[in-house]
């Protein structure tokens, strides 16, 4: 039996958490930069999840393609029964696009920028973004491989700032790798997890080295299969039927890097090729000049296959 003693004790923890719950009221507002691959995901899985979305992208035909995608992706969730044609109207209807970063980011209490991954683009967004957004906004960054401890001394928020690494495409795949910078503090840490599994995702926590978990395995191995490729082993589909059959891969990796867009895949070698100064992050030559070429994979309509 319980001693009152202890039952008054239970009463007081209780009223204490009934008081933390009424006192720090769930995040709303989301801004989301960069209406591409990503971003168009990053946007339909928060506004699926019931938070209003501000989409920022420079260029209003992306903004305008990323709702089109969003909605046929929504047709797709449907037909699936994962979401109703109301729901439908509902989540389109909490995504709100901008052009201009002052006006997306004004209520925004999260911002996850999955803007184009240079580094110049991002310092810039999160000096501006410092100086744009509330004090108490936390700035998270999707970013495959750029260091985060460097994107946030960019500002004066170094605790607040994150990556927030979703993987592709967002409102399917479970993952949030979250990566802490060098001064990320506790409370963004366990701010950005219980948001992560708010939108019925698995957040990882990683510590921020190039590449950090997923992109320093998966990189290497999709630069195997590029050198593979140009030194005639095999043709694009016989790699990536051999990973597939093989290794149980859901996709191979040629056609992933397709998806993932190769310059993207570029950029992140070059990140730990620099990062970890060792002959074998060096990119393929292929790649190079595949990305030259301006074939960019599924975005491009041609990568190593045809779209
Ligand atoms: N593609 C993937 O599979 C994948 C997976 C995980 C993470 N990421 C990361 O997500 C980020 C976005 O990648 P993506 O594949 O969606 O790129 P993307 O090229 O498809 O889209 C980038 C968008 O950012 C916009 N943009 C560029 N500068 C901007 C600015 N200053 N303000 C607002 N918008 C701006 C561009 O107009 C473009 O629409 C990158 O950091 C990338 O490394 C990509």
């Known amino acids: 039996m319980m001693s009152a003693h202890s039952t008054a004790w239970w009463m007081g923890v209780f009223s204490l958490c009934l008081l933390m719950t009424i006192s720090m009221p769930q995040m ?54 994962i979401v109703s044609e109301d729901d439908k109207v509902a989540i389109l209807d909490r995504i709100t696009p901008y052009t201009r970063l002052d006006e997306g980011v004004r209520q925004a209490e999260l911002v996850v920028e999955a803007a184009t991954e240079s580094e110049s683009v991002k310092l810039k967004l999160f000096s501006d973004l410092d100086g744009l957004c509330s004090k108490d906004t936390i700035l998270a960054s999707n970013t495959s491989s750029i260091s985060i401890t460097k994107i946030a001394a960019a500002t004066h928020r170094p605790d607040k700032v994150i990556g927030m690494h979703f993987m592709n495409p967002v409102p399917v795949m479970k993952l949030v790798e979250v990566i802490k910078g060098y001064r990320t503090s506790e409370h963004t840490t366990s701010t950005v ?25 998966l990189m290497p191995m999709i630069n195997e299969a590029i050198y593979a490729y140009y030194e005639g082993v095999a043709d694009a589909e016989a790699i990536d039927t051999v990973m597939k059959l093989g290794m149980a891969h859901p996709m191979g990796p040629l056609q992933l890097a397709d998806f993932i867009g190769l310059d993207v895949c570029l ?5 730990l090729h620099e990062g970890f100064g060792q002959p074998k992050y060096a990119p393929c030559p292929l790649l190079v000049n595949m990305v030259a070429a301006g074939q960019l994979g599924r975005k491009s309509g041609q990568g190593f296959y045809k779209y």
């Open 28 to 81: 709303q507002h989301i801004a989301v930069i960069g209406s591409g691959t990503m971003g168009n995901g990053i946007a339909h899985t928060f506004a699926q999840f019931g938070f209003k979305v501000a989409l920022i992208d420079i260029k209003p035909g992306a903004l305008e393609s990323a709702l089109v995608t969003i909605s046929s992706n929504l047709d797709r969730q449907m037909a699936k029964g």
């Open 193 to 217: 997890i219980a948001l992560s599994e708010r939108l019925d995702k698995v957040p990882v926590e990683v510590n921020d080295y190039p590449g950090f978990v997923a992109n320093r395995i």
């Open 267 to 271: 950029s992140i070698l070059r990140v």
